[in-house]
T-cell receptor, first 109, second 115 residues
Framework: GQQLNQSPQSMFIQEGEDVSMNCTSS?????WLWYKQDPGEGPVLLIA?????ELTSNGRLTAQFGITRKDSFLNISASIPSDVGIYFC?????????FGTGTRLKVLA | DVKVTQSSRYLVKRTGEKVFLECVQD?????MFWYRQDPGLGLRLIYF???????EKGDIPEGYSVSREKKERFSLILESASTNQTSMYLC??????????????FGNGTRLTVT
């Protein structure tokens, strides 16, 4: 099935650093979603974006819906050890969702 | 908050067994989905349902069937479990089919091992 291109694939960062990741598509989406998944758990919705150019925050997380509607960005500020996990994006189509390949984040204390 | 509950976190079944995975959501969502998640392959859609008794095949329906007799419950059935169905299974739901303001909410997953 189709997957969205997400980068970076993985990253090690120091605690306190800011993190950026992005997701790109060849298709236009009307909704972008960002999730975090901890090992052995289901994905948890972090942020939902519904409008091109929209910038939405959830605590230390900020996500943006790209103007072209073909990309989205997630930033995490002042990372902490519990930010460790896999982050992935999703775009919504009628009756289905397309997921990114995921960014594995590891935080060094 | 939306709650999507999968009945089992871990299951171990033998090859050839019939396996039922149950999922319940408590927010009156129209849509329910079953995915499997495997390393390197991401999330793959098995089946989805946009209404009671309605179902549509996803990308990998072979070896699976589903049942949605009530709006809140969506069951995934492995008719005859095989070792290549060992995976993490994720149930999800969303509010409306026609609306784009309808994020997907996942359950906690069922780790199925077929021996």
């Amino acid at each position: 099935g189709q997957q969205l291109n997400q980068s970076p694939q993985s990253m090690f960062i120091q605690e306190g650093e800011d993190v950026s990741m992005n997701c790109t598509s060849s298709s236009i989406f009307n909704t972008w979603l960002w999730y975090k998944q901890d090992p052995g758990e289901g994905p948890v919705l972090l942020i939902a974006l519904y409008k091109a150019g929209e910038l939405t925050s959830n605590g230390r997380l900020t996500a943006q819906f790209g103007i072209t509607r073909k990309d989205s960005f997630l930033n995490i500020s002042a990372s902490i050890p519990s930010d460790v996990g896999i982050y992935f994006c999703a775009g919504q189509l009628p009756k289905r969702y397309i997921f990114g390949t995921g960014t594995r984040l590891k935080v060094l204390a | 908050d939306v709650k999507v509950t999968q009945s089992s976190r871990y299951l171990v079944k033998r090859t050839g067994e019939k396996v039922f995975l149950e999922c319940v959501q408590d927010m009156d969502h129209e849509n329910m989905f079953w995915y499997r998640q495997d390393p390197g392959l991401g999330l793959r859609l098995i089946y989805f349902s946009y209404d009671v008794k309605m179902k549509e095949k996803g990308d990998i329906p072979e070896g699976y069937s589903v049942s949605r007799e009530k709006k809140e419950r969506f069951s995934l059935i492995l008719e005859s479990a095989s070792t290549n169905q060992t995976s993490m299974y994720l149930c999800a739901s969303s509010l409306y089919t026609a609306s784009y303001n309808s994020p997907l909410h996942f359950g906690n997953g069922t780790r199925l091992t077929v021996t």
